[in-house]
């Protein structure tokens, strides 16, 4: 990568920050398409949020990726925030526009664009069942109910939490139809069998020793099961269900897809997709 004076900068505001796989995604995908950008990580700590958001213009930085813990607290610094952000309460990439700043949202869509790349079929009509009600939780109901989902059925450690999420999805999609159970294996078992597609969006399954929340006997095998934890990249969630015959999807793609719509948010170019993904499966 040559960076010049004429070098365009976008990067990632986060606290911290040392842990994101962005800027090798994104440089490797501005360099094979050619385009003369540098994404750069910013360790911005949330007392300074407002400062360097207001920075941004006068910098003149093009676009940038939002993480934790800012991705929520974003939203009211912004110039204009989309619908889907809005809906998700969110943001996760911003683009400048001279001084106007707009918030986008790609995480819920990066996972429905994963999903019809792994299983060459739409969201649409399918039920979902939902492990967590956490942001990215709420990014993936939302746009699965923006893209005509039949059933999401939430499922949360902490009752209280889930049905919030629920609550806010039934309030925006009534044609869509929501419930929510508790995080037992009891009741995740009694609905197995209405689903297609179960979500696991917490944590567990990052560390070797975590618990399994869904058993082997658990699992429909006319389901599918997707997971949004990268690392490791098949939890143990998925290789039991695997082993159980049923298609699954990792959190890569998501990753992967989330990227790609801030890169074309950004560039207004399609993203080089192979050379991200690749980068990705290295770095992982
Ligand atoms: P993110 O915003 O990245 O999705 P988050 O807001 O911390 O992360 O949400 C994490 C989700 O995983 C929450 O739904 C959380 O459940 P609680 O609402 O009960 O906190 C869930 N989660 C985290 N650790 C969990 C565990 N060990 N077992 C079950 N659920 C867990």
Redesign the pocket.
Known sequence: MKITGKTKIVGIFGHPVHHTFSPLMQNAAFNAAGLDYCYLPFDVKPENLKLALNAIPLLNIKGLNIT?PHKEKVLSYLDEVTDEAKFIGAVNTIKTDGEKLTGHNTDGRGFTMAFQEEFSATVEGKRFLI???????KAIAIQLAIEGARAIIIA???FF??RELAEHLLEHFPNCDISIIR?KRKEISNVMEHIDVLIN????GMKPD??L?ITDEMFNPDSVVCDIVYNPKETILLRRAKESGLKTMSGIGMLLHQGALAFEIWTGEKPPLSVMREELEKAL
């Open positions: 934790i492990i967590g009600a956490g942001g990215a939780a949360n450690r902490t939490t889930g995080l969006t917490t944590p567990v975590d618990p929340l």
